[in-house]
């Protein structure tokens, strides 16, 4: 039995329209897309498509794979093996590294609970957990004895995201915890500052650095919609479009934020100018799509699906095309990162049905 619904919370159905962003929207003078994103977007040039097909499988057997990162060397996997919030501790979670230039996958590090989100950066991963987030030695394999942030969070239910950036002399950790905060965190451990706290069931739900300011989508509580904040703290976060309510992913490009929303057949991805004007409604009637990415003038992202090609489509936005699937059939939503041309995922099925591949 495929469980991959379990991984996306439907929040409804959002009631917002093509409203344009508010006068205080995007500047797009703070900087271009931020650093640090594990399933990061590239830019809006170019209007050639992946050419379709079956893609091509990376590694299988895998149980419930969710969140994939990359750096020179290797693609790291985060492998939960359950999305049940009551996973014993130590758990059967685990993080593998495959090669990028080929060879046998390799175990990095294990007994997380339901991890998701993840992380590299040259000497460390960082991966999101049930009882927090924690550092791992790349090298070694060798996981922090206490988690750098214990915040409660909803992991299970997806959205999270670590995000690493430099803030003065100091690297840091943004975490979108997919409860109710937005929290920053030395990179060593300390200096914890919450950046966003909401209140009741307000969820936090996708982040991305942009120069020195955070993004965020904020869902559920009492003032939904697309945030900005300081990095550093100095000013309270601000509501830069209220019409997004249900907002799952986000994702930056040189010229636009890229945004989910929604689920159970009323999911949305949207488009929205960082230098502000209307919002671009690009799919609808979605089951719950997630980690939008643009290359080569086409959008692609992940959608909640039991089976079939459905999990991983696209949609061009250089010409007026129709919503399609890509080729694949996999289990959704699970994760997706762009990698130079190539478009690599998770099929997110439990048991051993769960695989990594690339397009093309």
């Known amino acids: 039995m495929r469980f991959a619904l379990l991984s996306v919370l439907l929040l409804g159905i959002a009631c917002s329209s ?3 962003p508010t006068q205080d929207g995007p500047d797009a ?16 040039a170019g209007c050639e498509p992946l050419a379709p097909g ?31 919030p009551q996973q014993p501790q130590p758990g059967p ?41 924690w550092r791992v030695d790349k090298a070694t394999g060798a996981k922090d004895e206490r988690p750098l942030d214990a ?10 995201e670590v995000l690493p950036a430099r803030m003065g002399d100091r690297d840091v950790l943004v975490v979108a915890t997919s409860h109710r905060r937005l929290v920053r965190v030395d990179a060593s451990g300390g200096n914890r500052r919450e950046l966003y706290a909401g209140t009741g069931f307000t969820q936090v739900r996708g982040a991305r650095v942009v120069g020195q300011d955070v993004w965020f989508l904020v869902a559920a509580g009492e003032s939904p919609g697309l945030y900005s904040v300081p990095l550093d703290g100095s000013a309270p976060a601000t509501l830069r479009d209220g019409s997004i309510t249900a ?3 986000l994702e930056v490009t040189p010229t636009h934020f890229l945004v989910t929303e929604g689920g159970d057949g009323n999911g949305r991805v949207l488009r929205l100018p960082r230098e502000g004007g209307a919002v671009e409604v690009v ?11 643009e290359l080569h003038g086409t959008l692609y992202f992940k959608d909640v699906s039991t089976g079939g090609t459905d999990f991983l489509r696209r949609v061009s936005t250089c010409t007026s095309g129709a919503l399609e699937p890509v080729g694949p059939e996999g289990v959704g939503p699970g994760g997706l990162v762009v990698d130079g041309d190539t478009l690599l995922y998770t099929s997110q099925e439990s048991g051993t049905g769960g695989f990594v591949g690339r397009v093309p």
């Not at 003078?29 to 809006?44: F, M, N, P, W, Y």
């Not at 040259?122 to 009882?131: N, P, T």
């Not at 609808?284 to 990415?293: D, E, R």
């Open 18 to 20: 093509d409203k344009s």
């Open 93 to 133: 979670g685990r993080i593998l590294r495959l090669p990028r230039a080929g060879g046998e996958v390799v175990p990095v590090a294990s007994g997380f609970r339901a991890p998701d989100a993840i992380a590299v950066v040259s000497d460390s991963l960082y991966v999101l957990d049930l009882d927090g987030l």
């Open 54 to 84: 079956p893609g091509t499988s990376l590694l299988t057997g895998l149980n419930t794979p969710r969140r994939l990162a990359v750096d020179g060397a290797d693609l790291y996997i985060v492998e939960s093996h359950s999305l049940n």
């Open 283 to 293: 799919a609808t009637g979605l089951q719950g799509p997630a980690f939008p990415v």
């Open 151 to 160: 915040t409660l969070n909803n992991v299970t239910i997806g959205g999270t």
């Open 29 to 44: 003078g703070r900087g271009d897309a931020g650093t640090g994103k594990d399933d990061a977007g590239s830019g809006d």
């Open 247 to 249: 907002g799952t992913s």
